[in-house]
């Protein structure tokens, strides 16, 4: 065996250099709600129109009718509608805020959810009901924009951030993401 030089011999013990360790990915699948499109929200729109409409002729139809006063007037600012516009919007938020649907979400199996938060709060409703709901109920081509948009939203659904989505229906989603490291705690390689 021949001897090896000095040189020789610094080069085997020399450590290698460390090399940076490139993050390896997995792909993980979950599970998340599926968004209730326009037919099914068109439906469910309905069915509460025709509840507020029952609500609105049982309750202030009758009274109106009792004192005489008319209730064909279609001017915005007259009592009637006045009131038929409270009964609407009233409906629409108390129903969404305790129930989290209204009565034609309930039939369709579909509820609003916020996109923030867990619990709807009074802030996002007022948003979404009063004004969202004002901008799609005057301007019908606004609502349209729910069959367009990924997460099946409206303009009241943008304002608010919220969705509404299928109560028991799921769509199967896959995310890469960076595989976490088997080692203790004592190991991390994060900085502090």
Known sequence: MAEQSNEEMRADMQPAP???QAP???EVLFYERKPAGFWVRFWAYVVDLLVVFAVTSIL???IFALFGLDT???AWYAPYTILSAIVFYSYFVLMTKFFKQTVGKMIMGIRVVSLKNDELSWG???FREWIGRFLSATIWPLYWIVGFTPLKQGVHDFIADTTVVHEES???QTV???RKHESSEL???EAF
């Open 176 to 178: 890469m993401q960076k």
């Open 60 to 62: 202030i139809k009758p």
């Open 124 to 126: 996002t409703l007022l």
């Open 18 to 20: 460390l090399q940076p």
């Open 170 to 172: 799921y769509r199967k």
């Open 24 to 26: 390896s990915y997995e």
């Open 187 to 189: 190991h991390k390689t």
């Open 72 to 74: 064909n007037a279609a």
